[in-house]
C-alpha cells in the first residue's frame, strides 16, 4: 500500500511550471479538464490551444491506440497543457504504458474496492513506493526534466484519479479514499447512474444518486483528497466550483457534433 509519510501530489514541495493542472489544483483555482477520444496529434493540439488546463485521452472508451496515446501526450504537454490519462483497467502493465508517454497523471475507471485502489497506486510508483519498472526516456520530456530528475519526482507529482461509477465503488468508497497515493477521486456521473438507478443520464435530484455523491465527496473530504467529475458544460461547470476541485466538461466527440447540431438548427429556423 506504500507508507503514508511520502510526500503525495498533495504534500510535494516540487516546483515544476510544466505540471499545470498540478499547480492550479494544489492553488485551488478550479482547474478546467475535458476528455478528447479522437487520435489524432493535430486534435491534441488544438484542444489544448482553448485555455484549459488537462486533457483526459480516453483509453477507455476513446478511438486512442498505443501510437496515438504518445502522439497526444506529447503534444499536450509541449503546448504547457497536462495530459492525463484514462487506461482501460487496472492492471500494472497497461499503467506502466500509460505513464511512459510521460502523461501528468492517470484515470482509472470502476474502481470497486481498495484492494483495486492500491494496486494501482503500486503500479503507478517507482519503489520503495511501488514497483513501476523504469526503462524510457520519453516520460521525462513531458515533464520537462532529464530522467533522473523524473525518477525523483514522479512519485509526488504524477495526480492518480479513481474512479467511483459502480455500486461498489459506492459502498467502498471510505476505505477507497483512504488508500495513501490515491490523489483525487472522480465521479463518473452516466456509469454511476446506470450502476445504481437502471439508466442513464440521471436527472440529478434521484435520492440514490444524490446519497451517492455526498457519500463520494464525504469520504475524499475526509481522507483530504481531491474531488472531481464530469460535467455537460460551462454552466454546470461553474455551479461545480463551489463543490468540486476540478471537473472534466464533457468531450472533443460532444462538442464538434453540439456545435454543429445547434447551428444547423439556426441556420435552417
Known amino acids: 500500500m506504500g507508507d503514508i509519510s511520502y510526500p503525495t501530489a498533495h504534500t510535494t514541495t516540487i516546483d515544476n511550471s510544466r505540471m499545470r493542472l498540478l499547480n492550479k489544483i494544489k492553488a485551488g483555482e478550479f482547474p478546467l479538464m475535458t476528455f478528447v477520444a479522437i487520435p489524432s496529434v493535430r486534435q491534441a493540439q488544438i484542444v489544448a490551444l482553448t485555455g484549459l488546463d488537462g486533457i483526459i485521452i480516453d483509453c477507455e472508451h476513446g478511438h486512442i491506440g498505443d501510437d496515438a496515446m504518445h502522439n497526444s501526450v506529447a503534444a499536450i504537454s509541449a503546448l504547457g497543457v497536462s495530459p ?78 479513481i474512479q467511483i461509477e459502480t455500486r461498489a465503488g459506492v459502498e467502498n468508497v471510505d476505505a477507497i479514499a483512504a488508500v495513501p497515493g490515491v490523489d483525487c477521486v472522480f465521479i463518473g456521473p452516466n456509469d454511476l447512474a446506470q450502476a445504481l438507478l437502471g439508466y442513464t443520464p440521471a436527472n440529478g435530484d434521484e435520492p440514490e444518486f444524490v446519497q451517492a455523491i455526498d457519500k463520494i465527496e464525504a469520504a475524499a473530504r475526509k481522507h483530504g483528497k481531491w474531488f472531481a467529475r464530469m460535467v455537460n458544460n460551462g454552466t454546470t461547470a461553474k455551479e461545480a466550483r463551489q463543490r468540486y476541485d476540478t471537473v472534466a466538461i464533457t468531450g472533443d466527440t460532444k462538442a464538434i457534433q453540439n456545435w454543429y447540431i445547434s447551428e444547423f438548427e439556426v441556420a435552417r429556423s
Open 84 to 161: 492525463i490519462i484514462r487506461i482501460r483497467g487496472p492492471a500494472h502493465d497497461i499503467i506502466k504504458r500509460a505513464l511512459d508517454t510521460g502523461a501528468h497523471g492517470i484515470m482509472v475507471p470502476q474502481i470497486n474496492n481498495a484492494e483495486e485502489a492500491s494496486q494501482v497506486v503500486q503500479s503507478s510508483k517507482f519503489p520503495p513506493q511501488g514497483v513501476r519498472g523504469q526503462g524510457s526516456a520519453f516520460p521525462a520530456i513531458g515533464h520537462g526534466l532529464t530522467t533522473p530528475e523524473y525518477m525523483k519526482s514522479a512519485n509526488e507529482t504524477i495526480i492518480t484519479f
